[in-house]
């Protein structure tokens, strides 16, 4: 009897390893998958920026060459050198009317400072843009809210941003926008 109890004291022992070696084990493991999930690569983005439409404030507006009406157009970016923005008043969001090519006023980005050795920045950038006028046939005059040929006109904006080496990014497309260009 006095061997059972030795051996069975000695199962203990042996268990009591196991579990302690066990234990060992998963807070190795625990340790190991901490410091991979909470190691941080930073991102790798092109150095020229790179745009993506995200959204409208609302999708229709009135015409009107005084700006009464205006829309916030939201896009995401990322720029792997993270060189965006000046720190002087240089212009770098260029918009362009989709209809006619035509230029509209250019927005800038401050001036974001550069952070560490991975420079790869991301984020979104939100613009307001005032209303702009109906296109007409010639030789009809844009803009007449009284004698407009057409109800309704569609507008949608070309966008495109320049980092400080100068590099452009890609143009992106917002989604199209109605203008009300009689007002009944």
């Given at each position: 009897m006095f061997a059972l109890l030795e051996k069975a004291a000695n199962l203990d022992t042996k268990y009591d390893r196991m579990k302690n070696s066990t234990w060992g084990l998963g807070i190795?493991?625990?340790s190991v998958a901490?410091?991979?999930?909470?190691c941080v690569k930073p991102p790798d983005y092109p150095i020229e920026p790179v745009i993506t439409f995200e959204s409208l404030s609302k999708d229709i507006m009135f015409q009107s060459t005084f700006g009464q009406d205006?829309?916030?157009i939201t896009f995401s970016f990322t720029d792997g050198d993270g060189d965006l923005g000046f720190k002087d008043d240089q212009e770098n969001i260029f918009i362009i009317d989709g209809r006619d090519s035509f230029q509209k006023p250019s927005y800038r980005i401050p001036y974001i400072e550069q952070q560490g050795a991975g420079n790869g920045i991301s984020g979104e950038i939100s613009i307001v843009v005032p209303t702009t006028c109906c296109i007409y046939p010639p030789p009809l005059p844009p803009c007449d809210t009284i004698n407009a040929p057409q109800q309704l006109d569609t507008v949608f904006y070309l966008i495109q941003i320049q980092d400080q080496a100068g590099h452009l990014s890609n143009q992106i497309q917002t989604a199209p926008i109605t203008l009300i260009c009689r007002r009944q």
């Open positions: 190795l493991l625990v901490s410091v991979l999930l909470f205006s829309v916030v």
